[in-house]
């Protein structure tokens, strides 16, 4: 390269840098204009005129305006951990002493709580923390291993109507390549043969937390669905999250839910739980619905049963709210004016059906502090007059 032309470049180079400090120099601007020129996205090119090879060596100055609306990233909801100390068992030690340790060495985490394993699970802050906390050995006294929980590596999905001849064994081998680590077929209680026979759905086990949504099966395809495992109950004291073995309630009558020994003579049922006409173990127990409802959200975000039961409530009582205001509404506009809350329009019953159904879909979702009775009456004449029925 020519010196000269080395020259040229320089001066460039300079002008180009000096371009914006010439610039402001020569404007008779003010201290307020000026700011807000420099807020304002600027770039520096490179002269249309200049080679390529000379371009790229020219440092680019690009000033962008700050984005106020940008993405926050995205935090994982769930940061637990479980720790485990070896030959004792943390969950019945000291949790002032344990929590302590745990706050001096790694800082304040959500909240620590005991599995029935002997271990507890910690809620950590956030990815950071939860990073420090797996590489721990020692807390305090004891010797400890931390590792995440098997249900947010692993997954479990069902498969219906596989045949009976089919082993578990070789299930499990024929879908190894979609990360398969076991195949368990259920079973039910037949009441012909009063004993629990062999059926056709298939629990798998995968090795990910993200299940897939089809297998095959040789040239056989079976589409997988969620695993949703049915409310344990007590045959003891008749409630819910807990076997008989484990129990320490006393024992309570599955049909009238009074504590006594032998056969119950009453007329009428009780329910344990929800103090229903009905026997503690009826499947159309709200509470049971409730904990089924559970069951399924917890699977479905991974969360813990306690964090997805209080979900349910609140979509339930979100609901009920709902339903009630309306029913509120709709009674005192028949008894004085003999008129829906649609006004003057003679609505069917299949087309409230209709109406209702998209009203509260929508209404659900909403933000609860916009939930009033008039914005409830004045939706569900909108969806009326859109479907054309008013």
């Not at 002269?47 to 700050?66: D, E, F, L």
């Not at 680590?181 to 209680?189: E, F, P, Q, S, V």
């Not at 009826?282 to 904990?291: A, G, I």
Request: with cysteine; glycine share 4%.
């Amino acid at each position: 390269m020519a010196e000269s032309d080395c020259f040229e470049s320089v001066e460039e180079s300079s002008s180009v840098g000096r371009g914006y400090e010439s610039d402001f120099s020569t404007r008779g601007m003010s201290d307020n204009s000026i700011e807000r020129e420099s807020k304002k996205r600027k770039f520096a090119t490179p002269s249309p005129n200049k080679s390529y090879a000379h371009a790229i060596q020219t440092p680019a100055t690009v000033r962008y305006r700050p984005l106020r609306n940008a993405p926050r990233p995205s935090v994982p909801d769930n940061q637990h951990i479980i720790i485990s100390a070896r030959g004792v068992r943390l969950a019945e030690e000291n949790p002032i002493k344990i929590q302590k340790n745990i706050s001096k060495e790694y800082g304040i985490v959500k909240n620590i709580r005991p599995i029935r394993s002997g271990n507890i699970i910690v809620n950590c802050m956030d990815g950071m923390q939860l990073k420090q906390l797996m590489k721990a050995t020692q807390l305090g006294e004891w010797q400890v291993k931390c590792s995440k929980p098997q249900s947010l590596l692993s997954s479990q999905g069902c498969i219906y109507n596989v045949p009976q001849e089919y082993s578990e064994e070789d299930i499990k081998y024929a879908l190894n390549e979609y990360g398969v680590t076991k195949a368990i077929r259920l079973t039910y209680y037949d009441k012909e043969q009063a004993k629990r026979a062999p059926s056709r759905t298939i629990k798998l086990f995968f090795s990910t937390p993200q299940m897939p949504t089809s297998v095959c099966i040789g040239f056989l395809k079976y589409r997988v669905k969620l695993f949703v495992p049915k409310p344990i109950q007590c045959y003891n004291c008749q409630q819910f999250g807990h076997v008989a073995t484990n129990c320490k309630r006393e024992k309570a009558c599955v049909k009238c839910s009074l504590r006594h020994e032998g056969q119950c003579n009453s007329d009428t049922a009780v329910c344990v739980n929800c103090k229903g006409p009905h026997q503690s173990n009826s499947k159309d127990c709200p509470k049971r619905v409730e904990k089924k409802k559970a069951l399924k959200k917890s699977k479905e975000l991974k969360i813990s049963v306690g964090e997805a039961t209080k979900i349910v409530k609140g979509e339930d009582t979100k609901t009920f709210v709902v339903e009630k205001e309306l029913n509120k509404q709709h009674i005192s506009k028949t008894k004085t004016h003999k008129k829906t809350i649609l006004g003057e329009a003679n609505i069917t019953a299949s087309q409230m059906v209709s109406i209702m159904t998209v009203a509260i879909t929508h209404i659900i979702n909403a933000p609860k502090e916009r939930i009033t009775v008039e914005n409830v009456v004045k939706y569900i004449s909108e969806v009326a007059k859109t479907l054309k029925l008013v």
